[in-house]
T-cell receptor, first 112, second 109 residues
Framework: KAGVTQTPRYLIKTRGQQVTLSCSPISGHRSVSWYQQTPGQGLQFLFEYFSETQRNKGNFPGRFSGRQFSNSRSEMNVSTLELGDSALYLCASIGAGGGEQFFGPGTRLTVL | GQNIDQPTEMTATEGAIVQINCTYQTSGFNGLFWYQQHAGEAPTFLSY????GLEEKGRFSSFLSRSKGYSYLLLKELQMKDSASYLC??????????FGAGTRLFVKA
C-alpha cells in the first residue's frame, strides 16, 4: 500500500506570494490533518479534514486555508506569504479505526 | 487551555536505558501518542496509550497516567540509530492532536 505523498517536496517563494501544497492520503483513509513544523515550536496543528469537511482548525491566521476533495486528496493554501511562514508542512492521514497518524515526507517551504 | 511539555534534549549511552517524560494539560483527552522523528524525515508512530499503565513493544515501552497528566517513553538497550527527536502528543478527542516540541535524544558510544 502506498504511503502518504506530498507535493512539491521543496518550494521557494518570496514575501507576498501565495502557495498551494498538496497531500494524497493512504488509499482508503478519509481523514487528513495538516501541521506546520518549525525548529523549537514542534508540530503546530493547522486543520483536519474528513469527507471534504473541515472538522477542526488550529490557531493560525486566515491566510492559511485548506480543502479536501472527494477522493480524499487535500490541499492547503497560504496567501500573502511572510518570512515566518518558512517551515516544514506535514500532512498525515488516519484510517477508519482512528489512532495512528501516517505522515507524509513534508513540503519544505522557504520564504525569501 | 491545552499544553504539553517534554525536555528539550537528553543524552544517553549506547546500551543504556533512557526515560523521556511528558506532561500535559487538557480538558479533552482520548489518548497519548509517541512518535520518533529522525532529522529530515517525517515522524513515525511508536505507541498510542488510551488506558493507564505500561505498554511494551520490543525495546520501547510507553506509560500513561491520565489522572496525573503524565506519560513517559522508555527506550532500552539504546542503539546509535535511536538518536532522533521523540514527540509526545495527545488526541483531544475533537479531531485535533496537540504535539509537544519534541525531545532530541543523543546516543553516544
Amino acid at each position: 500500500k502506498a504511503g502518504v505523498t506530498q507535493t512539491p517536496r521543496y518550494l521557494i517563494k518570496t514575501r507576498g506570494q501565495q502557495v498551494t501544497l498538496s497531500c494524497s492520503p493512504i488509499s482508503g483513509h478519509r481523514s487528513v490533518s495538516w501541521y506546520q513544523q518549525t525548529p523549537g515550536q514542534g508540530l503546530q496543528f493547522l486543520f483536519e479534514y474528513f469527507s471534504e469537511t473541515q472538522r477542526n482548525k488550529g490557531n493560525f491566521p486566515g491566510r492559511f486555508s485548506g480543502r479536501q476533495f472527494s477522493n480524499s486528496r487535500s490541499e492547503m493554501n497560504v496567501s500573502t506569504l511572510e518570512l515566518g511562514d518558512s517551515a516544514l508542512y506535514l500532512c498525515a492521514s488516519i484510517g477508519a479505526g482512528g489512532g495512528e497518524q501516517f505522515f507524509g515526507p513534508g513540503t519544505r517551504l522557504t520564504v525569501l | 487551555g491545552q499544553n504539553i511539555d517534554q525536555p528539550t534534549e537528553m543524552t544517553a549511552t549506547e546500551g543504556a536505558i533512557v526515560q523521556i517524560n511528558c506532561t500535559y494539560q487538557t480538558s479533552g483527552f482520548n489518548g497519548l501518542f509517541w512518535y520518533q522523528q529522525h532529522a529530515g524525515e517525517a515522524p513515525t508512530f511508536l505507541s498510542y496509550n488510551v488506558l493507564d499503565g505500561l505498554e511494551e513493544k520490543g525495546r520501547f515501552s510507553s506509560f500513561l497516567s491520565r489522572s496525573k497528566g503524565y506519560s513517559y517513553l522508555l527506550l532500552k538497550e539504546l542503539q546509535m540509530k535511536d538518536s532522533a527527536s521523540y514527540l509526545c502528543a495527545f488526541d483531544t478527542g475533537g479531531f485535533k492532536t496537540i504535539f509537544g516540541a519534541g525531545t532530541r535524544l543523543f546516543v553516544k558510544a
